[in-house]
């Protein structure tokens, strides 16, 4: 069974500031997706990651794949307040479309 | 651009009355799913569906819960009797094609109050 950890789950950044989100898968999957939630919202696709070494960038989010290590990131440069929301990373396996991590939620902080 | 459209976005019902929560996937989209996310808490996966069939299910969608596709644009999530623990967000997602190579996309949820 496929589980996907998330950390950290909470995080409070200065603007200005960089930091990693961690997302960790237990078996094989050769694709990711990072999703970003806002409170009360749906979720709004970020990144889709097909295959090992990928690397995609939008603004001041980078995400990169590892199927060999089964990581991937979701980096953030220079935050803003704009950026405060909860990311999800998620994969599929051959059973469940899609496995959610629990989430990271953060808040950019003047 | 094409969207994923959910109706009603907010759905108050009491315990034991039945709901039904719909869904408008992606025109050329063939492959749909429901997905909920109790609050504070992570996104769990219900059902998908394809060619008219249910075609995987998690744990949590018992026999309380179906799907139907009962014309050629909306898709159905039925609960039958409620219970306090299924208020939660429901969201569906349709793909073009199998998930576990095609993106999913959301639409907004319907966000379900079980008294």
């Known amino acids: 069974e496929l589980k996907v950890e998330q950390n950290p789950l909470f995080l409070s950044m200065q603007e200005g500031k960089n930091y990693t989100i961690y997302c960790n898968y237990s078996t094989t999957s050769d694709r990711l997706y990072w999703y970003r939630q806002d409170p009360g919202k749906s979720l709004e696709s970020l990144f889709v990651?097909?295959?090992?070494?990928a690397v995609k960038q939008e603004g001041r989010l980078m995400a990169s794949l590892d199927t060999k290590a089964r990581l991937s990131t979701l980096h953030i440069t220079a935050a803003v307040h704009d950026l405060s929301a909860t990311y999800f990373c998620?994969?599929?396996?051959?059973?469940?479309?899609?496995?959610f991590g629990k989430g990271t939620r953060l808040s950019v902080i003047a | 651009e094409p969207e994923v459209t959910q109706t009603p976005s907010h759905q108050v019902t009491q315990m034991g009355q039945e709901v039904i929560l719909r869904c408008v996937p992606i025109?050329?989209?063939?492959?749909f799913y429901w997905y909920r996310q109790i609050l504070g808490q992570k996104v769990e996966f219900l059902v998908s569906f394809y060619n008219n069939e249910i075609s995987e299910k998690s744990e949590i969608f018992d026999d309380q819960f179906s799907v139907e596709r009962p014309d050629g644009s909306n898709f159905t999530l039925k609960i039958r009797s409620t219970k306090l623990e299924d208020s939660a967000m429901y969201f569906c997602?349709?793909?073009?094609?199998?998930?576990?190579?095609?993106?999913?996309?959301f639409g907004p949820g319907t966000r379900l109050t079980v008294l």
């Open positions: 990651l097909l295959s090992n070494g």
């Open positions: 997602a349709s793909s073009v094609g199998f998930s576990s190579y095609n993106e999913q996309f």
């Open positions: 025109s050329n989209h063939l492959y």
């Open positions: 998620a994969a599929p396996t051959g059973n469940t479309p899609l496995v």
